[in-house]
């Protein structure tokens, strides 16, 4: 039997160490300038912790935002911890990296996108959904992203 390089889970440990990088920095710092984050996540994903009423409103995936409020942001190797507001309503949310679907950064016209294969995955850049200033963290699931103007790279002709 013949050994390949999975280049798709490679290339999904690498994004999601990104992400991590990321968080840690803002948990460490706070947000800088205008940035802020959209992040999809699998709500049924088994390491998940939310809330069940959120899970019950929620139940296949969820957008968070992380701008004007949020609190208790922590990293780990498995994931990230943050508590959101949602109605006035602090929850604790736990969410592990290979729950996350997208993460967005719309200030900066950054995304990426985590689909999953039979046996590779990829990761793909992806825009920003549309969104006005917001002055909460709140759930947005039938946000979508908007493709006016932008990019799509897709990695499939890559493939063999």
């Not at 690498?14 to 710092?29: K, Q, S, Y």
């Not at 990230?80 to 969410?95: A, C, K, M, Q, R």
């Not at 002055?135 to 790279?153: H, I, M, N, Y």
Request: proline content about 8%; hydrophobic content about 35%; glycine content about 6%.
């Amino acid at each position: 039997m013949t050994r390949s390089i999975d280049y798709g889970n490679l290339m999904h440990r690498a994004m999601r160490g990104l992400i991590h990088e990321v968080l840690a920095d803002v948990a460490a710092n706070g947000l800088p300038g205008k940035h802020h984050f959209f992040i999809t996540f699998d709500t049924q994903h088994p390491d998940v912790e939310i809330a069940d009423w959120l899970s019950d409103r929620y139940p296949g995936e969820m957008t968070i935002v992380l701008q004007h409020w949020f609190a208790d942001l922590e990293t780990s190797d498995e994931g990230f911890s943050v508590t959101l507001n949602f109605g006035d309503n602090p929850e604790p949310l736990y969410i592990p990296w290979d729950a996350i679907k997208t993460f967005v950064d719309p200030s900066v016209e950054f995304g990426l996108r985590f689909e999953t294969q039979s046996h590779a995955a990829s990761a793909e850049p992806e825009t920003p959904p549309p969104g006005g200033d917001r002055s909460k963290a709140e759930a947005k699931p039938e946000a979508k992203p908007d493709r006016s103007g932008a990019e799509v790279l897709s990695l499939d002709k890559f493939r063999k």
